[in-house]
């Protein structure tokens, strides 16, 4: 068996981890999503150059250099209000348990973030219904009054779930468990 090649893989990824960087995760609404408007770069330059005829002079250059870029795609003020909007949309989500949660206030690391979510109160969803079953189960239930002859998995009605379990008295005795047979 030829060991040159396994070596060799393992030399290379070996040679690799040191320039690989680990992938680490980003929080989406702190991101600027890549919004870039351009980029001003100011760099210098020195150029020597050596002349080699018959009396060997040199020549150096020096300058500087002013450059801009401009990047394609929406302009830098749309990119920039879409950028807000989307802070602003998972502010909205959030801060209702911000707001929920008044220890929040009294810890400095949140001080930015309670302020941002002052005065913000999330809508509530109203469309569920108030015995809290879930259209799936009202949609089954009806499907079982009109075809009471079909066996469905689960096969009974699905009841309100303000039907409290009962509990057993105090003086209930579970029933043993049934002794294991060692032959």
Known sequence: MNYYFTGLLILAFTILAFFVD????????????GVRCGEMEISTERRDTDYNY???STNEQQGIRFTYRKYLGTDCKTSKENVAIKQQLELMKMCGKVNSNPSLALN???????????????????????????????????????????????DKFIESSKRKLKMPPKDYILPLPKPKNEN
């Open 54 to 56: 018959s009396d060997g």
């Open 108 to 154: 400095e690391n949140f001080r930015l973030l309670v302020s941002k979510c002052r005065g913000v109160s999330p809508a509530r969803d109203n469309t569920r219904p108030n015995d809290s079953k879930s259209l799936w189960d009202d949609m089954k239930d009806e499907y079982k009054k009109e075809n009471p002859e079909l066996n469905l998995m689960g």
């Open 22 to 33: 680990p992938a680490y995760p980003r929080n989406e609404y702190l991101n600027d999503y």
